[in-house]
C-alpha cells in the first residue's frame, strides 16, 4: 500500500524556523515528483515547492519563497521543507503529494491536481 506521512510541523514562534518530513511505505520516492502544499480553512491548497523524481528524471527543485528549501534523502525514501523565517500567515496545514515521474501528461509542479498521492497532513503553528 502506497502511503506518505508528513511529520515535523509544531507551534513556534515568528522568525523561527521548521523541517518538515515526508516519508514514503510501500514505493520509492526517488521515482516520483513530490511537492509540498499548505492549506489553511477557507483556501485552497497553495503550492510551496516540488522536486522532480531524482532517480530516472533531470533532477529539479523549486520553492515559491526563497524562506523555503525542498530537499531529498533517497537513502531514508524522505522528502524535506525546510522553513526559515516563519510568519504568522504560514500557520495552516502542510501536505506533501507524489506523482510518478512515469505518468504522462501536463505537469507544473504546481497543482494539487498534478499529484496522484498525498499525506494526511501535519499542522504548523507561527504565533507572534
Known amino acids: 500500500q502506497l502511503q506518505l506521512m508528513e511529520s515535523g510541523g509544531d507551534l513556534v514562534r515568528s522568525g523561527g524556523s521548521l523541517k518538515l518530513s515526508c516519508s514514503a511505505s510501500?514505493?520509492?520516492?526517488?521515482?516520483?515528483?513530490v511537492g509540498w502544499f499548505r492549506q489553511v480553512p477557507g483556501k485552497e491548497r497553495e503550492a510551496l515547492a516540488f522536486?522532480?523524481?531524482?532517480?530516472?528524471?533531470?533532477k529539479y527543485e523549486y520553492s515559491t519563497e526563497d524562506r523555503f528549501t525542498i530537499s531529498r534523502e533517497n537513502a531514508k525514501n524522505t522528502v524535506y521543507l525546510q522553513m526559515n523565517d516563519l510568519k504568522r500567515e504560514d500557520t495552516g496545514v502542510y501536505f506533501c503529494a507524489a506523482r510518478p515521474t512515469s505518468r504522462a501528461g501536463h505537469w507544473t509542479g504546481l497543482q494539487a491536481s498534478d499529484y496522484e498521492h498525498w499525506g494526511q497532513g501535519t499542522q504548523v503553528t507561527v504565533s507572534e
Open positions: 510501500g514505493f520509492n520516492l526517488g521515482y516520483y515528483h
Open positions: 522536486s522532480t523524481g531524482s532517480l530516472d528524471h533531470p
